[in-house]
């Protein structure tokens, strides 16, 4: 089974810095790499996949990630940060079903919180 | 934008009784999903779910609970003789396939 690492389970930072949110992953077979964010008694929204490709996915709202499959990563980035970016992001992999993709092995999250 | 939506988004009920969790996934959707996040833990799959029969399971997924897809448009999560285990968020999700899975709101079931 899978297993996802978000090694920060939270992280300030003031707005407008960049940031960073880390994200590991367990297998060698090939994976399907999403980050999602949730806000404040939302659900869970797509900000970015890898499924095949470029190994630099942009998404929603200026994030992007790399997937480095040497080191099994896919951290998030974000070069200027918003107060409105405060949320919980979550990385999380899925593998190859033949018909689709599998289900969701989620990481425990990361808290963003973004000071003014 | 489409969306999927959970019914009701909170739930209270007593230790013992039986619950059911409602989803109207995305039309057209052939894959679906529930999940779980218990408070202050990781987002858990429970079940998957596609042509009308369960495609893969957890081990949290016992005979406590059932899922069914009643008529075309509605998913549900049936949880029997709910213990104080069983509060947490509950997550249903529909995708196409090779697509990411689509989030609804979630229900937040808190078993007294």
């Known amino acids: 089974a899978q297993s996802v690492t978000q090694l920060d389970s939270q992280v300030p930072v003031f707005e407008e810095a960049p940031v960073e949110l880390r994200c590991n992953y367990s297998?060698?077979?090939?994976?399907?790499l999403f980050w999602y964010v949730q806000y404040p008694n939302q659900g869970l929204q797509l900000l970015l996949k890898?499924?095949?490709?470029?190994?630099l996915v942009k998404g929603i709202n200026g994030f992007e990630a790399e997937f480095n499959k040497s080191q099994t990563s896919f951290h998030l980035r974000k070069p200027s940060v918003h107060i409105s970016d405060t949320a919980e992001y979550f990385c999380?992999?899925?593998?190859?079903?033949?018909?689709?993709?599998?289900?969701?092995?989620f990481g425990r999250g990361t808290q963003l919180t973004v000071w003014p | 934008e489409p969306e999927v939506t959970q019914t009701p988004s909170h739930q209270v009920t007593q230790m013992g009784q039986e619950v059911i969790l409602r989803c109207v996934p995305i039309s057209n959707h052939l894959y679906f999903y529930w999940y779980r996040q218990i408070l202050g833990q990781k987002v858990e799959f429970l079940v998957s779910f596609y042509n009308n029969e369960i495609s893969e399971k957890s081990e949290i997924f016992d005979d406590q609970f059932s899922v069914e897809r009643p008529d075309g448009s509605n998913f549900t999560l049936k949880i029997r003789s709910t213990k104080l285990e069983d509060s947490a968020m509950y997550f249903c999700?529909?995708?196409?396939?090779?697509?990411?899975?689509?989030f609804g709101d979630g229900t937040r079931l808190s078993i007294l």
């Open positions: 999380a992999v899925s593998e190859d079903r033949g018909s689709t993709l599998g289900r969701l092995y």
């Open positions: 297998s060698s077979v090939s994976v399907y």
């Open positions: 999700a529909s995708s196409d396939p090779w697509e990411p899975q689509h």
């Open positions: 890898y499924l095949s490709g470029s190994t």
